[in-house]
């Protein structure tokens, strides 16, 4: 993966849709919170687009949009953050259903 697109914006894998860009971001936050190194394709996806903001220029919103590109569409409120809320609520529901230790639905873990 290079780390820029022809037009200056950062090099994605190929089909990586909204969802996985916000995904991506989500990554590397939780990743450099907890003292880690995010995964290659994550830190080059946010690297790249940082780089290139700041070689571009423009405000936060250009960030966002043009290089991040995580803006909703038209006439959505479905923000980054939207995206990023529903996707830790799915895959907290996901982590509860089939976490081994619970007994039935709604009960907390056995000691």
């Keep these: 993966m290079t780390r820029h697109d022809p037009f200056g ?5 190929a089909g990586f849709s909204r969802e996985d860009r916000v ?3 989500r990554e590397v936050a939780d990743a ?4 880690r190194a995010p995964d290659r ?5 946010v690297g790249g687009a940082l780089d290139a903001w700041l070689h571009g220029g ?4 250009a960030l966002e949009r043009d290089y991040l590109r995580v803006t909703p569409p038209r ?9 990023a809320q529903a996707d830790e609520r799915q895959r907290g529901a996901a982590e509860r259903r089939f976490d ?3 007994t039935d639905q709604g009960e907390e873990p056995a000691a």
């Design 9 to 13: 914006r950062s090099a994605l894998p």
């Design 32 to 35: 450099l919170i907890g003292g």
């Design 23 to 25: 995904r991506l971001l």
């Design 41 to 45: 394709a994550a830190a080059l996806f």
């Design 100 to 102: 081994p230790k619970l």
């Design 75 to 83: 006439g959505s409120h479905r923000t980054a953050a939207a995206v």
């Design 58 to 61: 423009g405000g936060l919103g």
